[in-house]
C-alpha cells in the first residue's frame, strides 16, 4: 500500500523558512515524479514544484522560484521542499503527491497518491 506523509509545516514569520518532507512508503520515490501542491482556503490548488525521477531536474512555479528547493533523499525515500523568504501569500496546505502516471509539472489530476497534507502559515 502506497503512503505519502508530509510532515515540516507549522507556523512562520515573514521572511522566515520551513523545510517540508514528503516521505513515502510502499513505493520508492527516485522511480517516480514528484510533485509539491499547495491550496490556500478559497483558491485552486496550485502546482509549486516538482522532481523527475530520472535525472532529478527540477520545475518551480514562478510564484516561488528562487525561494523554494526541492530535493530528493534516495536512502530516506524522501523528498523536501525547503522555502525560504516566506511570505503570507505562501500560506497554504502543502501536499505532495505521484503516480505512474504523473508526470512533472503535469496536471495534478493525473496523480493518483497523495498525501495527507502540512499546513503552512506565514504571518506575524
Known amino acids: 500500500q502506497v503512503q505519502l506523509v508530509e510532515s515540516g509545516g507549522g507556523l512562520v514569520q515573514p521572511g522566515g523558512s520551513l523545510r517540508l518532507s514528503c516521505a513515502a512508503s510502499?513505493?520508492?520515490?527516485?522511480?517516480?515524479?514528484i510533485g509539491w501542491f499547495r491550496q490556500a482556503p478559497g483558491k485552486e490548488r496550485e502546482g509549486v514544484s516538482c522532481i523527475v525521477s530520472h535525472d532529478g531536474s527540477t520545475h518551480y512555479a514562478n510564484s516561488v522560484k528562487g525561494r523554494f528547493t526541492i530535493s530528493r533523499d534516495s536512502a530516506k525515500n524522501t523528498v523536501y521542499l525547503q522555502m525560504n523568504s516566506l511570505n503570507p501569500e505562501d500560506t497554504a496546505v502543502y501536499y505532495c503527491?505521484?503516480?505512474?502516471?504523473?508526470?512533472?509539472?503535469?496536471?495534478?489530476?493525473?496523480?493518483?497518491?497523495w498525501g495527507q497534507g502540512t499546513q503552512v502559515t506565514v504571518s506575524s
Open positions: 510502499g513505493i520508492t520515490l527516485e522511480y517516480y515524479d
Open positions: 503527491a505521484t503516480s505512474t502516471s504523473f508526470y512533472c509539472a503535469g496536471p495534478a489530476d493525473f496523480a493518483d497518491y
